[in-house]
Structure formats: C-alpha cells, structure tokens
C-alpha cells in the first residue's frame, strides 16, 4: 500500500511512499520522481524524502543501508544497488539532532551515481529503500506507530 507524506500542517507532499516490516526493522520505499512537463509525480521528492529522515529521527532509529531500488537497476545484486555516501558511513545513527538536509543531499547525490552510464550521473529522485532499524527510544517500528508517525495517508 501506497501512503502519501503530509506537512505537520496537515498539507500534503508530493511524494509516495511504502513500508515493509520484519520483527525490529523497517524497509521505506520512497517512490521515484519523474514523468513529462505538467505531468510530473512526486513532485515533491526531495521534501518528501528529507521529511522521512526527520521523522526517522525522531524516533532515534538506525539506517543500516539505502538501496537504489529503480526499474532495470533492480535487478542487479544489492551488492552493486547500495548507494555510497560521501559524508556518512552505515550504519547511520539519527537523532533529533541530525542535520537530516545533508543526510538527504548525500543520498541523492549517491543515488545519482550509483549504476549510472551518465558520466556526470543519472537522476537524483529514484525510487530508493530505506533500511531502517528501532532505536533506543522504541523497542520495534509497529506498523501502526511508524505509519503514524510518518504521517501517511492510503493513497
């Protein structure tokens, strides 16, 4: 199920996202940005994506790793699809305190270049995994709780 991001004002954000849970871990797939001039979805991927690593945040959680997890790309080994950060190192403590505005430039600076023909790099809003793990302020990521708190609505 698809959920949709919304400002703490209750306005939403162009950006989608979906989360898939085991017993302590939380995988948050944001979705791609892109599409024709007038017709562009998620719009808002950058807004949205630096909102979820807030979020994240407050709940003290982990980033163990992000995936690139796009089109033709998914089907190379996760290996090859794990986007390298210039300026943070797995596993990625979050805290209130987090800059989450560079967290969320160097992933889409990395997933830019990661399995990209493009010299310069490809697109910096594809659709990414994020691996999260429960922090010390929570046990486990309750679906219920962690959808609350990401404020998502079923799209």
Known sequence: MEFRLK???GRAIDATFS???GATWTEIVIAA????????INAEYSDG???????L????????????????QSTQSIARRIIELEHHDYPIPLSSSQDVRKLRADITRGSSRTL????????P??????LAVAGPKNATL??????????GDAV
């Open 7 to 9: 400002r703490s004002d």
């Open 19 to 21: 989360a898939h849970q």
């Open 33 to 40: 940005s892109g599409g024709s001039p007038g017709e562009v």
């Open 49 to 55: 994506l630096e909102t979820l690593l807030a979020r």
């Open 57 to 72: 945040a407050t709940l003290e959680t982990t980033i163990v790793g992000v995936v690139l997890s796009s089109g033709p």
């Open 116 to 123: 990209s023909e493009s010299e310069g790099g490809g697109n």
């Open 125 to 130: 809003r594809r659709r990414l995994s994020i």
């Open 142 to 151: 309750g679906q219920g709780s962690i959808l609350e708190l990401l404020e």
